[in-house]
């Protein structure tokens, strides 16, 4: 049987369209010929005496009471849906293949979530070592040095990937304090192995890892140069300043040393014979830090600035203006990047080559008092005067805060080699050992005595584990930390030396 279908919108009662239709048809075919009729591009709903008609529904079983001869049915305009991405993925195991680096020995398979940290990456390749190794578990992609408090995903890390695996040199420090020594601690056990007396306030110290050279700024305007054969010596005195000197930094061979003094000027040294190169001068107030980049010598200083200097010119190649006295300065390699800590709360990346401000960082209370790069040049740590360090990576975010620990300003920060560990130094003669990865506080430092809080063992194990030093003698503050790097035979000749009055 034949029929007439008046449709109209819902909304209003408008009329939209009239079709024929034939009584044993679907509601779907009246969906589609209202749609073909009045050209209507989107989907329909269609409703008659307020009941949604179902497609499959035949029209004599769905339109009732004609209205002047003609059914009605009611349309609601429906938007389509959008085109939605297919959803992720499920994440699975990353199996990750470690081998060691100087044999190819493979070392089995590893398999962790992807959001897992380096931390237990580092963990389950260590149980895979024999239980006799010592030293800290170095992890290796490529060229690149895994270190930091990041997942497995964040550093790379893809299913079926090969690791080389080094286990390094325990690690060992260099501390600078006011009391006039320098001392050199094995930083796996908290040991002591000994002491350099410097004769005067030891303001800043910089150890060249393969010259095996450390030289100590002294408050007396000078520069010791001290060597490593079996036990250390001092080669050499630099005198020239005629101020503290606060900084001291070695070039890439060793072979040269800047040193920044607070009479205004840095200098340049001959390692060999003891002779000053060059003067810088420029800066209208002390000098807080030096150190070599690409492009030259860089310095910070009280005056607010901070500038390179390249050895082929007379002036400054650029000077990075800051809001308060700046108090450090780091280059990395990685994109020829500065760091610099300053008063003002802040520390700031700069182009290395152009002197442009990169990057803010910001979450300290009061002033930085020094910042540097990790090894592989993708984070940043600083300390200041709430005795606190942070770590960032260079996209700015703020990674990690120490818990306060230091009971004074924390003067100094260093990084290990293997970029797991950060040292800091304080006004309250402490300095204190900190993995970046399990984010906790490994060792305290303090005189030249020990207080094991765990035994030894336990601690190889663990790498570090937990302890805590003696007592230390009261308003010797330590200054600066520098890492070293000796062998488990370079330890023990150190302890059995005869004859070194060093050696406490």
Same mark, same amino acid.
């Given at each position: 049987?034949?029929?007439?279908?008046?449709?109209?919108?819902?909304?209003?009662?408008?009329?939209?369209?009239?079709?024929?239709?034939?009584?044993?048809?679907?509601?779907?075919?009246?969906?589609?010929?209202?749609?073909?009729?009045?050209?209507?591009?989107?989907?329909?709903?269609?409703?008659?005496?307020?009941?949604?008609?179902?497609?499959?529904?035949?029209?004599?079983?769905?339109?009732?009471?004609?209205?002047?001869?003609?059914?009605?049915?009611?349309?609601?305009?429906?938007?389509?849906?959008?085109?939605?991405?297919?959803?992720?993925?499920?994440?699975?195991?990353?199996?990750?293949?470690?081998?060691?680096?100087?044999?190819?020995?493979?070392?089995?398979?590893?398999?962790?979530?992807?959001?897992?940290?380096?931390?237990?990456?580092?963990?389950?390749?260590?149980?895979?070592?024999?239980?006799?190794?010592?030293?800290?578990?170095?992890?290796?992609?490529?060229?690149?040095?895994?270190?930091?408090?990041?997942?497995?995903?964040?550093?790379?890390?893809?299913?079926?990937?090969?690791?080389?695996?080094?286990?390094?040199?325990?690690?060992?420090?260099?501390?600078?304090?006011?009391?006039?020594?320098?001392?050199?601690?094995?930083?796996?056990?908290?040991?002591?192995?000994?002491?350099?007396?410097?004769?005067?306030?030891?303001?800043?110290?910089?150890?060249?890892?393969?010259?095996?050279?450390?030289?100590?700024?002294?408050?007396?305007?000078?520069?010791?140069?001290?060597?490593?054969?079996?036990?250390?010596?001092?080669?050499?005195?630099?005198?020239?300043?005629?101020?503290?000197?606060?900084?001291?930094?070695?070039?890439?061979?060793?072979?040269?040393?800047?040193?920044?003094?607070?009479?205004?000027?840095?200098?340049?040294?001959?390692?060999?014979?003891?002779?000053?190169?060059?003067?810088?001068?420029?800066?209208?107030?002390?000098?807080?830090?030096?150190?070599?980049?690409?492009?030259?010598?860089?310095?910070?200083?009280?005056?607010?600035?901070?500038?390179?200097?390249?050895?082929?010119?007379?002036?400054?190649?650029?000077?990075?203006?800051?809001?308060?006295?700046?108090?450090?300065?780091?280059?990395?390699?990685?994109?020829?990047?500065?760091?610099?800590?300053?008063?003002?709360?802040?520390?700031?990346?700069?182009?290395?080559?152009?002197?442009?401000?990169?990057?803010?960082?910001?979450?300290?209370?009061?002033?930085?008092?020094?910042?540097? &790069? /990790?090894?592989? #040049?993708?984070? !940043?740590?600083? @300390?200041?005067? *709430? =005795?606190?360090? +942070? $770590? %960032?990576?260079?996209?700015?975010?703020?990674?990690?805060?120490?818990?306060?620990?230091?009971?004074?300003?924390?003067?100094?920060?260093? &990084? /290990?080699?293997? #970029?797991?560990? !950060?040292?800091? @130094?304080?006004? *309250? =003669?402490?300095? +204190? $050992? %900190?993995?970046?990865?399990?984010?906790?506080?490994?060792?305290?430092?303090?005189?030249?005595?020990?207080?094991?809080?765990?035994?030894?063992?336990?601690?190889?194990?663990?790498?570090?584990?937990?302890?805590?030093?003696?007592?230390?003698?009261?308003?010797?503050?330590?200054?600066?930390?520098?890492?070293?790097?000796?062998?488990?035979?370079?330890?023990?000749?150190?302890?059995?030396?005869?004859?070194?009055?060093?050696?406490?």
């Amino acid at each position: 049987m034949e029929c007439t279908v008046a449709a109209r919108l819902a909304c209003s009662g408008e009329l939209l369209t009239v079709v024929d239709m034939n009584m044993d048809e679907t509601v779907a075919s009246l969906r589609n010929a209202i749609a073909e009729t009045a050209r209507e591009s989107c989907s329909m709903w269609l409703l008659a005496s307020g009941r949604l008609l179902l497609d499959g529904e035949l029209l004599r079983d769905t339109l009732t009471r004609p209205e002047d001869g003609r059914f009605a049915v009611d349309i609601v305009r429906c938007e389509p849906q959008p085109a939605l991405a297919a959803p992720p993925a499920a994440p699975t195991n990353v199996r990750l293949f470690p081998r060691c680096a100087l044999t190819g020995e493979a070392l089995g398979e590893v398999q962790l979530w992807p959001l897992d940290t380096l931390s237990a990456l580092r963990e389950a390749v260590r149980r895979r070592l024999p239980e006799e190794d010592e030293g800290p578990v170095q992890l290796l992609l490529g060229e690149h040095c895994l270190a930091g408090p990041i997942s497995l995903a964040s550093a790379g890390l893809r299913d079926g990937m090969v690791l080389e695996v080094l286990r390094c040199e325990a690690r060992a420090l260099f501390t600078a304090s006011a009391d006039h020594t320098v001392r050199l601690w094995d930083a796996e056990l908290g040991t002591h192995l000994g002491t350099l007396p410097q004769g005067e306030w030891a303001t800043s110290l910089e150890f060249h890892v393969d010259t095996s050279r450390l030289a100590v700024g002294l408050f007396d305007c000078s520069v010791k140069i001290w060597s490593y054969d079996g036990g250390f010596s001092c080669e050499r005195t630099l005198n020239g300043h005629r101020g503290p000197v606060m900084s001291v930094a070695f070039s890439g061979d060793g072979q040269r040393l800047a040193s920044g003094s607070f009479d205004h000027t840095a200098k340049l040294w001959s390692l060999e014979d003891g002779r000053c190169l060059r003067r810088f001068d420029g800066h209208s107030d002390g000098l807080t830090g030096v150190t070599f980049g690409d492009e030259g010598l860089l310095s910070a200083s009280v005056d607010s600035s901070c500038k390179l200097w390249r050895f082929d010119a007379q002036s400054a190649a650029w000077s990075a203006e800051h809001p308060d006295e700046v108090n450090s300065v780091k280059f990395t390699k990685k994109e020829c990047r500065v760091v610099t800590s300053c008063g003002d709360h802040h520390v700031r990346l700069w182009d290395g080559k152009t002197g442009t401000l990169l990057q803010l960082l910001s979450g300290f209370p009061s002033t930085v008092s020094a910042a540097v &790069f /990790s090894p592989n #040049g993708c984070l !940043v740590c600083a @300390t200041g005067a *709430d =005795g606190q360090a +942070r $770590l %960032w990576d260079l996209t700015g975010e703020l990674l990690w805060t120490t818990p306060r620990q230091h009971q004074d300003v924390s003067t100094s920060v260093a &990084f /290990s080699a293997d #970029g797991q560990c !950060v040292a800091t @130094t304080s006004s *309250d =003669g402490t300095a +204190r $050992l %900190w993995n970046i990865e399990s984010q906790r506080c490994e060792l305290v430092l303090t005189g030249g005595e020990r207080r094991a809080a765990r035994r030894a063992r336990r601690a190889r194990k663990t790498e570090g584990g937990s302890h805590v030093a003696g007592t230390r003698s009261a308003g010797t503050g330590q200054n600066r930390v520098a890492f070293s790097r000796v062998s488990r035979y370079d330890r023990f000749s150190l302890l059995s030396s005869p004859g070194r009055d060093w050696l406490v």
